[in-house]
């Protein structure tokens, strides 16, 4: 009897003891999962544009129908450019494909043309053709938009008369701008616009590719129509000496412009009379046939810019 409370004592101990470990303990939060150490250390890669495309269009009269067989080639391959630039007769095509034509709308309009449309004599010391029929045609090709509403960015190129200044008009009135860029001397009158007159871009740059660079062009496709001045030729007619007064003159601007070209097309249109509209098919497919040979060329020039930016936006790839 003496260990009773003793007993008692233990047995309280116990209970004690039991009821403690009856206890539920409280949940314990998971630890989170670990972030794999590529996931948490992947850098950010900054994102590239794609590269400016120009297609700069070069001067040469009727000879400028080769441009519409580059266009349709490179068209069909995927290669849209978001600048254009063209003098005279390139600026001529030019204004009509920015405008949001297609190639086959283009040549449509093209093989439909008749010398009546843009031809308005008139006599005077500074030209047989006034200018005023040619603007007509080309704002009512383009449904009178003006070139800043063209969906493809596109500048002509004129002649100041009074300065000499290469002029590119990227602004207003289309048919006012293509008819100055190709007022040749003695065949068109000047194309007054304000105070200032102004005539054939092909004068001052006959091939506008540095129009282009600073337009901000990274791939330039230059298409020069130009011929060569012809050696042995004879006796030349009115035109003739005129034709080979200008290609001697534009020369080294020629040469000068294509050297900053990454891809020069030269369709062999060279031999043809400027002004003589039956031949515009044989230069259309001419100018298909020497595009099409270029094509890898130009998609390779095109990649070459695309990785060079690549290479820009990300200098640490280049470690």
């Not at 120009?54 to 450019?81: D, N, Q, R, Y």
């Amino acid at each position: 009897m003496k260990n009773k409370p003793f007993g008692i004592f233990l047995a309280s101990m116990l209970a004690l003891v039991l009821s403690a470990c009856a206890t539920v303990a409280p949940p314990v939060a998971p630890l989170p999962e670990p972030v794999p150490a590529a996931q948490a250390q992947d850098p950010v890669v900054p994102k590239t544009r794609e590269p400016v495309i120009a297609l700069v269009l070069g001067g040469g009269g009727v000879k400028g129908f080769a441009h519409v067989g580059v266009i349709k080639v490179l068209e069909s391959h995927g290669i849209k450019p978001s600048i254009v630039v063209g003098t005279s007769a390139g600026s001529f095509v030019g204004a009509l494909y920015a405008s949001g034509m297609n190639a086959y709308t283009l040549q449509s309009v093209a093989l439909g043309m008749q010398e009546a449309d843009i031809r308005d004599l008139t006599l005077s010391s500074q030209g047989f053709l006034i200018g005023d029929k040619l603007q007509q045609y080309v704002n009512t090709q383009v449904k009178n938009k003006a070139i800043h509403q063209f969906p493809i960015r596109f500048a002509a190129v004129a002649t100041d008369l009074e300065s000499g200044e290469k002029v590119a008009f990227n602004y207003g009135n289309a048919g006012q701008a293509v008819r100055a860029s190709c007022s040749i001397p003695n065949v068109f009158l000047p194309t007054r616009i304000g105070k200032r007159q102004f005539v054939d871009g092909g004068l001052v740059s006959p091939v506008p590719v540095l129009t282009a660079r600073e337009m901000g062009a990274d791939v330039v496709i230059a298409v020069d129509i130009s011929a060569k001045p012809r050696t042995g030729a004879g006796a030349m007619g009115w035109w003739g000496l005129l034709d080979q007064s200008i290609n001697i003159l534009s020369q080294q601007a020629i040469r000068a412009e294509l050297a900053r070209a990454d891809v020069v097309i030269q369709p062999s249109v060279q031999h043809a009379d400027a002004l003589n509209l039956d031949q515009r098919h044989e230069f259309l497919l001419e100018g298909e046939k020497v595009a099409q040979k270029l094509v890898p060329k130009i998609q390779a020039a095109i990649q070459g810019s695309r990785e060079r930016l690549m290479a820009q936006a990300n200098p640490q790839a280049r470690l």
